[in-house]
């Protein structure tokens, strides 16, 4: 039986197991959603594109499957492009759906014509214009196919409608051939060996870990790893979550806002052994001074990132699991020496502590006015375990960094890559569509609220009780830091100067909204707030000119931190 | 340093802008660069020159692997290779000249393809080096317009490239 593009596009979604989708419409994907009133799969209408395409992210980032969003052509389609880069330089499998003006029309400045191929080819991992219904069904497989495999990442597809209204015959193709495309996931058991001896031979081993262990679901190899070789284990924004912040072995996060030891420990170490990281600047700081004294091994499935910013002494390309996998199987084969290993480490181990008990991560602590440490630390404290936490961008993503400990993988959602005010709530959003039950908390600041606001609507219409914890400072803390420390204090347009009625804000949207103003009302929100059905804000009137502390400046080496004391 | 790189790629629609903005966005330079398909029409040849130290050569390379679109890279710089680019060059020819055009078009076996009262066009092959001589040469006689097709490569010895 011969089927329409739009339904031949909605069977193959449903093929390849997608049970939700997020959108908004538009003219040309009017068909499209005609037909998803025939179809199972859930669709939930955000109220801006760029939110449709990062909840498919918050889905994505908390699931692990691929995330899918639909948007009209033109500015539906342009409002999409801040999510998919978003996605991108997290490596986030997504697949992207957007309409387009018909074939004939195209390239002809046609009304809601934007050429979408070209906009979102250097932020996507492919992209593809569908220009014959025959070949539709294949490229959705291979969408998918492209999005999940090797480093993930977003794949979108220009659908004219046209094509979505012609008829084809159905047929889903089990395989995908791609001859430029052939991710290498095994290891190579030479290089595997030659890491193994180098591990060996480390006295002051650092495990580096990144964004990648969650994508390539290691987590319990890694702790299994890190707990072999008793060695501590530092992780980037992107890599929190990954392994237990509160395990004896972890150093919290290194780099810009890293902790002290963290940051010590990698300058002083003569090994470092990166997992799924990639050596950015905000990790790596003065490239010159990173790591000095540390041979360097380096894991990652995609060869680009491998000697792409530091010169890296013993690179395996593989998929994390395979790799760790194999390293445990050889790590056993060393029984005697890894049992030495462990006992030599400990006065490695022992150096860490002394930098840590020197420079805990803290902060002072007030009586009269809330702290934004504070807020993070009651909400660890009174969430579940496997609460999952998605942020904003700006300080309070850096403190809910250092202040909270993440246990379980995949509960931490944040812009590491681009670093996108406005992403936390659509993902959050995401991530409670995923996982109805369970506890999901936005910790946003009172500006990157405001960038995706509108999304409480959303959350309302389909009862998803995202929590939203506002750290209400009245400014844009992070830029305003930063003219505090590098400008002399010339606050310019970081000042909120318009205070908001949150509270009202969410009512108006059919919410709840809760505040405090004092310390002695935070504990009392946040469990008024878990308790409350629904979305709530709570909103939290911090200090207002509290800094993230450490912090390394722009271009010093991470062992020059700015200090708290 | 400069490198020739050949890569093949998909000859589907749009790679060329893959392969020409994955360059500019990541800042590595262009040279030269053609384009054209294969024995295999579902395939197409760039042969692209460029230059970077090492470091940048191997991101050149990873990164050009990486796209979905690109087949094989292979970077010539020290193999043995067969490097060919053709220059067509619009020189004036006037009385007094014409006869040294000639003897130029003669010592490099270039040919004239075009000749008008005032002009002739020479047609020259070779090794990019040997169309730079014969454009200095012509070049005290004016030349009124000049392309040049970027070189292209091929390895030496009887195997071919394997696409599969
Ligand atoms: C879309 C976007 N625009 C601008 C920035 C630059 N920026 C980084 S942090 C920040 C301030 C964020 O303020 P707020 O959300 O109130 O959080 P706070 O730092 O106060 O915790 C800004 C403007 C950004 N990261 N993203």
């Known amino acids: 039986m011969k089927k329409t593009g739009s339904q031949i596009l909605l069977e193959c979604l449903r093929l390849e197991g997608v049970d939700t989708v997020f959108g908004y419409p538009g003219g040309t994907v009017i068909n499209i959603y005609d037909d998803l009133m025939d179809s199972p799969i859930k669709h939930i209408l955000n109220r801006h594109e760029q939110a449709a395409v990062h909840a498919a992210d918050g889905y994505a980032r908390a699931t692990g499957k691929v995330g899918v969003a639909i948007a009209t052509s033109g500015p539906g389609a342009t409002n999409t492009v801040t999510g998919i880069a978003t996605a991108y330089m997290d490596s986030i499998p997504m697949v992207i759906i957007t309409g387009q003006v018909p074939t004939p029309l195209i390239g002809n400045d046609a009304f809601q014509e934007a050429d979408m191929i070209g906009i979102t080819r250097p932020i996507t991992k492919h992209n593809y214009l569908v220009r014959d219904i025959k070949d539709l069904a294949r490229i959705i497989k291979q969408a998918f196919y492209i999005a999940r495999t090797g480093r993930p990442g977003p794949v979108l597809v220009d659908l004219p409608k046209d094509i979505q209204m012609a008829t084809h015959k159905f047929e889903y193709p089990d395989k995908v051939e791609l001859r430029g495309y052939k991710p290498n996931y095994s290891g190579n058991s030479r290089q595997i060996e030659k890491a193994i001896k180098m591990i060996l031979a480390a006295r002051k081993p650092v495990i580096y870990v990144g964004g990648g262990a969650a994508l390539s679901n290691s987590n319990l190899e890694l702790k299994q790893f890190a707990e072999t070789i008793q060695a501590p284990l530092t992780m980037t924004l992107m890599g929190l979550s990954s392994f237990p912040n509160t395990h004896p072995l972890s150093l919290g996060m290194l780099g810009m806002h890293g902790t002290y030891h963290a940051n010590m420990a990698v300058t002083d170490s003569d090994l470092l052994i990166a997992i799924g990281a990639r050596f950015d600047d905000r990790v790596t700081g003065k490239i010159a001074t990173f790591a000095p004294h540390a041979k360097i091994i380096h894991i990652d499935i995609d060869p680009t990132s491998i000697k792409k910013n530091v010169r890296v002494d013993l690179p395996i390309v593989g998929d994390l699991k395979d790799v760790l996998k194999k390293m445990l199987e050889q790590l056993a084969e060393y029984d005697a020496q890894v049992a030495t290993l462990r006992d030599e480490l400990a006065p490695w181990r022992a150096k860490i502590e002394v930098w840590k008990k020197e420079q805990p991560l803290g902060y002072k602590s007030s009586k009269k006015e809330i702290k934004p440490q504070f807020v993070i630390e009651k909400l660890c404290e009174l969430s579940d375990e496997d609460a999952i936490i998605t942020t904003e961008v700006g300080q309070h993503q850096m403190w809910t960094a250092q202040f909270y400990d993440f246990i379980q993988p995949r509960t931490f959602l944040t812009s590491g890559g681009l670093g996108t005010m406005g992403y936390g709530l659509p993902a959050a959003l995401g991530a409670q569509a995923a996982f109805p039950t369970r506890q999901v908390i936005d910790i946003s600041g009172d500006g990157s609220f405001q960038m995706n606001s509108q999304e409480l609507a959303t959350l309302v219409q389909y009862r998803l009780p995202v929590k939203i914890a506002i750290l209400n400072n009245n400014f844009l803390g992070m830029v305003r830091q930063w003219q505090q420390l590098f400008f002399n204090r010339r606050y310019s347009q970081t000042c909120m100067e318009l205070p908001i009625d949150f509270k009202k804000l969410a009512e108006a949207y059919g919410a709840t909204g809760l505040q405090a103003t004092t310390p002695d009302e935070v504990e009392a929100v946040i469990k008024q707030a878990f308790a409350t059905p629904g979305p709530v804000i709570m909103e939290f009137k911090v200090c207002r000119e509290e800094n993230v502390l450490p912090m390394v400046p722009a271009g010093a080496g991470i062992n020059e931190m700015v200090l708290a004391s | ?164």
Do not use: C
């Open chain 2, 1 to 164: 340093m400069k490198h020739t790189i050949s890569v093949l790629v998909e000859n589907e629609f749009g790679v060329l802008p893959r392969v020409s903005g994955l360059f500019s966005g990541r800042g590595f330079n262009i040279e030269s660069l053609s384009v054209a398909p294969t024995i295999d029409p579902t395939i197409s040849r760039m042969t692209i020159v460029t230059s970077g130290d090492e470091r940048i050569l191997e991101q050149i390379n990873k990164q050009l692997n990486k796209l979905i679109d690109v087949i094989k890279v292979i970077d010539f710089t020290g193999q043995d290779y067969t490097e060919r680019e053709m220059g067509l060059i619009k020189v004036n020819a006037e009385e007094s000249t014409r006869a040294e055009v000639l003897r130029i078009v003669d010592i490099f076996r270039a040919k004239v393809v075009d000749v008008t009262q005032s002009s002739y066009t020479v047609e020259v092959t070779g090794a990019p080096g040997k169309i730079d001589a014969v454009v200095e040469l012509l070049r005290p006689m004016g030349i009124k317009e000049l392309i040049r097709s970027g070189p292209v490569v091929l390895g030496r010895g009887a195997k071919g490239w394997k696409t599969q």
